[in-house]
């Protein structure tokens, strides 16, 4: 069945280290997208994409960035990580003109 | 302040209606949602209304639209302790549906 996955579950790391967060989904989706989620703030975008080479700065993207080399994946990586970088990290897919966003399970990212 | 809000909690008993309520702020949002976030788990799309509609019914689910209060309700008839979840409210206003602004949730109890 085709699905959306991210790894790893969890990730504990320190200040300042590069964290990279991987999304792989095969509904061979054009939209990609990459949202936090923080208590009482819902999901925020953090980067989207439309397709292989396109990438786009959501509402809170500074920090971040994401690169689609290829249509299943659109990895999130942080350049420097931060303690306020510590959230739930949510990857979506979805197809162009779609109304609907497929989410995956979800990164706890810990940042000590 | 958020562009969607939600009230934070709702506690019913079994059997009883739920009603969850949104408030957003841009008239120029084309597709409202409703999704659903059971514990440790992505988030899952229940139902959705497109905004030149007024109510939506999907079994037990019942979506109002009222576009000059620009409020959204969910209605969830005899409800069930499965339906114990956090709810979110969300908003997208581009005609493809694909950039979505979220609610900060409302976390449904159901108690027994």
């Known amino acids: 069945d085709a699905e959306i996955t991210q790894s790893p579950r969890h990730k504990i790391t320190e200040t300042g280290r590069q964290v990279t967060l991987a999304c792989h989904q095969t509904?061979?989706?054009?939209?990609m997208f990459w949202y936090r989620q923080d208590l009482g703030h819902g999901l925020r975008l953090i980067h989207y994409s439309y397709g292989v080479q396109d990438t786009n700065k959501g509402e809170v993207s500074d920090g971040y960035s994401v690169s689609r080399s290829n249509t299943e994946d659109l990895p999130l990586t942080l350049e420097s990580a931060a303690s306020s970088q510590t959230s739930v990290y949510f990857c979506?897919?979805?197809?162009?003109?779609?109304?609907?966003?497929?989410f995956g399970p979800g990164t706890r990212l810990t940042v000590t | 302040g958020e562009d969607v809000e939600q009230s934070l909690f709702l506690s019913v008993r079994e059997g009883d209606s739920s009603v969850i309520n949104c408030t957003y702020t841009d008239s120029s949002s084309t597709y409202l949602y409703w999704y659903k976030q059971e514990p440790g788990a992505g988030l899952q799309l229940l139902t959705y209304?497109?905004?030149?509609?007024d109510m939506k019914q999907d079994q037990r689910l019942t979506v109002l639209l009222n576009k000059k209060d620009k409020h959204l309700s969910l209605r969830i008839a005899d409800t069930q302790t499965g339906d114990s979840a956090i709810y979110f409210c969300a908003e997208s206003r581009d005609n493809a549906g694909n950039m979505l602004t979220f609610g900060g949730g409302t976390r449904l109890m159901v108690k027994p």
């Open positions: 209304i497109f905004s030149n509609m």
């Open positions: 509904w061979n989706h054009n939209n």
């Open positions: 979506a897919s979805g197809t162009s003109g779609s109304y609907e966003q497929y």
